[in-house]
């Protein structure tokens, strides 16, 4: 947490913290943990699916280890087209018609996961849904899933990051409040 010198996220948004999910890598046991739980949710919302989808760059590996998991074909989804070679926005065999399911870290306003979603959708998939690892909850991303009509969900939520952080005491009670009015609007805070 820096609420004195806040991240900066790609929307321009400033943030007194930071989730970085791709730490999780590092670590075999929480890997595997993640990778199992984001299986098991999957198999419960979306049911019988044909093959994974990550969001390039942090749902690249959550998504293989989940596809090997499930014993199913992987593709990622680039942010833009590659500008050599094939011009690719979509790598791996294209599988059209299969029915996917898309993996990403992280969800904020719903953005960039959405764009991977539409990037399918326009390539022939039937697009089941998303699994995260986490959200932010904003009421924005809620907005953004629902107009695209795509079902999402995640391992864990802002609500429960705090909750845990306070608990373990890595913020103090006072830190509880700025993260909750940061929450609130995160696109005026710091401003």
């Known amino acids: 947490m820096q609420p004195n010198n806040p991240f900066t996220w790609a929307s321009g948004w400033k943030s007194p913290i930071y989730c ?14 993640i990778r199992q739980q984001l299986t098991q949710v999957i198999q419960e919302k979306f049911g019988a ?41 979509i790598e791996g065999d294209i599988l059209t018609g ?12 719903g953005k960039s996961s959405l764009q ?14 998303l699994a995260a690892i986490f959200t932010y909850g904003f009421d924005i991303a809620e907005e953004n899933f629902k107009k695209a009509n795509c079902p999402y969900i995640t391992l864990s ?6 909750s845990y952080a306070e608990e373990h005491q890595y913020i103090l009670p006072a ?14 805070w710091g401003q």
């Open 116 to 129: 991977a979603v539409n990037a399918l959708r326009d390539a022939g998939y039937d697009v089941a849904g």
């Open 20 to 33: 970085d999910n791709r730490v999780t890598l590092s670590h075999p046991t929480i890997r595997t943990y």
């Open 98 to 109: 299969k029915r996917v399911v898309v993996i990403e870290d992280l969800i904020s306003t």
């Open 175 to 188: 830190d509880v409040e700025m993260l909750k009015l940061w929450r609130k609007d995160p696109a005026v």
């Open 49 to 89: 699916v044909g093959c994974i989808a990550g969001v390039a760059t942090a749902g690249i590996p959550q998504g293989a280890l989940v596809a090997q998991e499930l014993g199913l074909p992987f593709i990622y989804v680039r942010s833009k087209p590659k500008d050599h070679g094939t011009g690719s926005l």
């Open 157 to 162: 939520n802002y609500t429960a990051l705090i």
